[in-house]
């Protein structure tokens, strides 16, 4: 291999990789995001202990330039003892339901999380959601973990845990 051409290639590769760098630069707002946590967890013991209702309030973010729709929520738990629960979650008709007749819970802070909402471009919402565990209260309340993954229309998949 001569001289020439090892410069002319390493200058062509170069040139090749300033040019992928702008390009996934430039798009990287068209590709959708999510991201936020969850900011309060409430539990109320239902079915004389042996199950509970979760109920979360969490702010997301969506960074990017393309709106986020949701089609599905699912609240997951990790157990101190390393179990993986999914809750059955909770409709906004029920959720409304549960906040007028439990007044354990507290109040109502944000609006109910439910399909189709939207989150916009470069827009921070705050939600709640709620799924009702069958686990006793004392079983959440020493959980390792508490995460809300989110489905999106268009197939995406993303997460949002609690900072304990």
């Known amino acids: 291999m001569s001289k020439q051409f090892a410069i002319f290639l390493a200058a062509g590769l170069g040139v090749v990789v ?3 760098v702008v390009v996934f630069s430039s798009t990287k707002s068209a590709h959708l995001d999510l991201t936020g946590q969850i900011l309060k967890t409430r539990v109320l013991s239902v079915s004389n202990g042996a199950a509970s209702i979760v109920v979360v309030d969490f702010r997301v973010t969506n960074p990017s330039n393309v709106p986020f729709v949701l089609l599905a929520a699912q609240l997951e738990l990790d157990t101190d003892t390393g179990e993986k629960i999914d809750g059955s979650q909770i409709s906004k008709p029920d959720m409304e339901n549960v906040f007028a007749h439990e007044k354990l819970l507290g109040p109502k802070y944000n609006d109910i999380l439910s399909i189709r909402d939207t989150v916009p ?3 921070t919402v705050d939600r709640m959601s709620g799924a009702r565990f069958e686990v006793p209260e004392a079983k959440i309340d020493s959980r390792k973990a508490m995460r809300l993954r989110f489905d999106e229309l268009d197939g ?9």
């Open 18 to 20: 300033v040019f992928l």
């Open 121 to 123: 471009p470069h827009a």
């Open 156 to 164: 995406g998949l993303f997460e949002i845990g609690e900072k304990k």
